[in-house]
């Protein structure tokens, strides 16, 4: 895939990651649906298949869950530089997509939880606080029951199938999280064994 890519547009994508970085209520993971609408929908910058794979890869590999930013800014820079067709000569872009992604996601936030998790723990015992903390829950699972939704239908167009049996799958899985003490790897490795077999 290739794309063009103005100054304009790398500001644009820092300042859209930036206020994503904002809304990250419990992680990067909770604005996949947003990120999604501006990267494959609004911009064009991915495809689907790009968007989805640098989700999943990211998650299966060790280390931070925000690592999938970093690879949806790398493969922007990397269309931008003309796709993989390009070569070594598009690594420069593809390194400046990942920092700008990752500057924004990671600044507004980490800034933010700095001084409010100071100004938290002076007032923790306050009623608005504890109030505030409490009615957080619910919006984290909805950003996360969405999340899972463009995940689900990204792969189905995909693999051109219909998407029923991710939904059992997601749901047999959130299931086991809930009410066993499974460790996530297992379900994990489950799941790369599903796909590498081809069932999902």
Known sequence: MSIHMAASDWLALLLQFMFLSLISISGAITTVPDMHRYLVAQQGWLTDAQ???SVAIAQAAPGPNVLFVALMGWNV???AAGGMEAGMRAWPLGLAGLLVTL???MLPSTTL???ATRWGHRNRER???RAFKQGMAPVVIGLLGATAWVLAAGNAEASNSAPWHLWLLTAAAA???WRTRIHLLWLLGAGALLGGLGIV
């Open 51 to 53: 968007f989805t794979s």
């Open 77 to 79: 820079g990397i269309n």
């Open 103 to 105: 500057i924004g996601i």
């Open 113 to 115: 939880t700095y001084f």
């Open 127 to 129: 009623r608005g606080v």
């Open 175 to 177: 299931v086991v999280v």
